[in-house]
């Protein structure tokens, strides 16, 4: 089946800084999603993509589908304590009845403040 | 109000015992999942309803059986439990079927002793 290799795995950087975290597939997607887990709580979506070359902002976050439709990168800028958590990448399955997500390994950010 | 929640928070049980895990969304979607996530944070489908029918099962063993009574909740009730059972369910749901935005619950955190 298709993978996501999300790298880095851990990120430990002080508050302010900016980061950048990428996502890649063996395949081509026709989405790309950015999930954020909280410790303790459920993943809740940052930003989707649907088209190839697409950059989409939320507030200090900044997503791009790649060009090659293989890859997406999310950045965050001046991080601040409460960015603490897992990032993950996802996208769907290449389409006939069996839709599913599939989800990167997580990208798990520790701000020091 | 929370938009898709789930029963127990918690749940600590003995192996060979037979629990469930309920699941409610009030988002009006069609389409509800359950999720599992490992010790690794890997988070892996199990089980896909749309319309209260069962769309995906992805290899999950013939203990765990999900049930829609309606579209609005999916339950998730394993017979004979495991060791291996033990981990962080996530209940998510979507708009409809294909739609990759999908909404995830707080998560039940299941341990087998």
Redesign the interface.
Known sequence: GQQLNQSPQSMFIQEGEDVSMNCTSSSIFN?W?W?K?DP??????LI?LYKAGELTSNGRLTAQFGITRKDSFLNISASIPSDVG?Y?CA??NSGG?????T?G??T?LTVNP | DTA?SQTPKYLVTQMGNDKSIKCEQNLGHDTMYWYKQDS??????MF?YNNKEL??N?TVPNRFSPKSPDKAHLNLHINSLELGDSAVY?C?SSQD??N????????TRLTVL
């Open positions: 989405t999603l999930y887990q303790g709580e459920g993943p809740v979506l989707a897992i993950f996208g769907p009845s069996n839709y599913k997500l989800f390994k997580g798990l | 898709v690794k944070k890997f988070l892996k489908i896909s769309i995906i992805e996530f998510a079927w294909g990759n935005e999908q909404f995830f619950g707080p998560g």
